[in-house]
């Protein structure tokens, strides 16, 4: 059973850095395809950056691009995301999900993804 733990949110104000982490458990993640997407009060879900397990390609959405990082950390089956100088319209609940797949058809489908974690929640102030 995939196990998905996010940690790290908070409020901040804006043009401020936070780093999310998502603890990952229950499987060899080799093959997985990971990613982040987050959901605004009142909006759909959308994705925001995904990650190649093994191989570190790494997929942004514009509104992330040049601001966050996506990255893993093998030894602790580790995922983060790094938010960087980051907006009011930035606050939502951020989700870490997991797909048991190399491939990055779809990588930005929530429909790919059957594994979720609770979300955690970043609040940026003006």
């Known amino acids: 059973q995939v196990q998905l733990v996010e940690s790290g949110g908070g409020l901040v104000q804006a043009g401020g850095s936070l780093r999310l982490s998502c603890a990952a458990s229950?499987?060899?993640?080799?093959?997985?395809?990971m990613g982040w997407f987050r959901q605004a009060p009142g909006k759909e879900r959308e994705f925001v950056a995904a990650?190649?397990?093994?191989?570190?390609?790494?997929l942004y959405a514009d509104s992330a691009k040049g601001r966050f990082t996506i990255s893993r950390d093998n030894a602790k089956n580790t995922l983060y995301l790094q938010l960087n100088n980051l907006k009011p319209e930035d606050t939502a609940v951020y989700y870490c999900?997991?797909?048991?797949?190399?491939?990055?058809?779809?990588?930005?489908?929530?429909?790919?993804?059957?594994?979720w974690g609770q979300g955690t929640q970043v609040t940026v102030s003006s």
């Open positions: 999900a997991a797909q048991p797949s190399s491939s990055l058809l779809l990588y930005y489908s929530i429909g790919k993804y059957p594994y």
């Open positions: 990650i190649r397990w093994s191989a570190g390609n790494t």
């Open positions: 229950g499987r060899t993640f080799g093959s997985y395809t």
